[in-house]
């Protein structure tokens, strides 16, 4: 933990307070600062909730290998299930699914799309199958989907194949060195309440501006939640994955993609689900676009198609994706 997190934690605390507690904007000016300022709060929030979890971890002697696998991955999608959970409690339920289904698409076509560009990737051995897994969730959830919506129990069957995946993991590769403990107790729950009230009071900030926006400009709830509600939360997957493949990590890159997908599948529109029933069109043009690059991913990594020709075209589907959601 830097300093000036420390430093700036107080100034912190007071945006996401006046963020939680302003009024619906009721101007395009102020509410694309909502929305903007909530994206701040909700990813800064996200950095201090996984930083002193991962700090808790490393007093209790959990090893790396086991903190990347379960707290770092949970913490990418942490936006993700703070922006759906509300939305879908306050009854935007558009926003709730089309953040889930947009932040999919944005992770495979803009998050990996840019990853290729930048390096040539050399997946890891588990990412084919992680992307079998993501496909089977995604087909699964499109077929609970065709009854109309998703009710209470599909929340609870969806909720399920996540558990089930994160099981699967815990024998996954050899166990890493044990994390080193660099914050006190004190400061640790400091960060820790801090993070999780950023979290919290930014995602109310941020479905509060987009609800504002889709209802200023007459544009349908979902297109903003599928575009630039889901860019928002998704930019710990970019930071993370591009950061990565600059480094050459490559299974990192690629496996954080995978492993938000599935998360934001089983764990978010699961969680989502308990809190109010989800009308979905099985025809709407983000639920098509998901299906495509869900079925694509695992076709791309069997036949290794992961370099920068196949990087610029996903980059170009995902700008169709964004016209599209619009028209």
């Not at 694309?32 to 950095?47: N, P, T």
């Not at 490393?58 to 936006?79: Q, R, Y």
């Not at 954080?256 to 997908?261: A, E, F, K, L, P």
């Not at 308990?274 to 983000?286: E, F, G, K, R």
Request: net charge neutral.
């Amino acid at each position: 933990m830097k300093k000036l997190d420390l430093i700036y934690l107080p100034v912190f605390l007071l945006l996401a307070f006046l963020l939680y507690f302003n009024p619906f904007p009721s101007s395009f000016f102020l509410s694309v600062i909502h929305l903007l300022l909530g994206c701040f709060v909700l990813i800064k929030g996200s950095a201090y909730f996984v930083e002193s979890t991962v700090d808790m971890a490393a007093k209790l002697g959990v090893s790396e290998h086991t903190i990347g696998l379960t707290v770092v991955a949970f913490g990418t999608s942490l936006p993700e299930l703070a922006v759906s959970g509300i939305a879908s409690y306050g009854g935007h339920v558009e926003t709730a699914w089309g953040n889930v289904v947009g932040s999919n698409v944005t992770n495979i076509l803009l998050i990996l799309g840019v990853a290729m560009i930048i390096t040539s990737i050399r997946p890891s051995k588990y990412a084919f199958r992680d992307a079998i897994t993501m496909l089977a969730i995604s087909i699964i959830t499109i077929f609970l989907i065709f009854d109309g919506g998703l009710q209470f129990y599909d929340g609870i069957l969806l909720l399920s194949f996540y558990f089930i995946f994160v099981y699967m993991l815990r024998k996954r590769g050899i166990e890493g060195e044990e994390m080193v403990s660099r914050m006190s107790p004190l400061l640790t729950l400091l960060f820790f309440v801090a993070g999780m009230a950023g979290v919290a009071m930014g995602a109310d900030g941020m479905v509060r501006g987009a609800v504002s926006i889709s209802s200023l400009l007459g544009v349908k709830e979902v297109a903003i939640a599928a575009s630039i509600v889901a860019l928002g939360t998704s930019l710990p997957e970019l930071a993370t994955s591009v950061v990565a493949a600059m480094k050459k990590h490559h299974g990192i890159a690629v496996g954080n993609v995978i492993g938000s997908n599935i998360m934001n599948l089983g764990l978010v529109l699961g969680f989502s689900s308990l809190l109010h029933t989800i009308p979905i069109s099985i025809s709407s043009v983000p639920l098509l676009f998901f299906l495509l690059v869900s079925i694509a991913t695992p076709v791309i990594l069997y036949r290794k198609w992961v370099g920068k020709v196949t990087g610029s075209i996903m980059l170009l589907l995902y700008v169709l994706f964004l016209i599209f959601v619009y028209l």
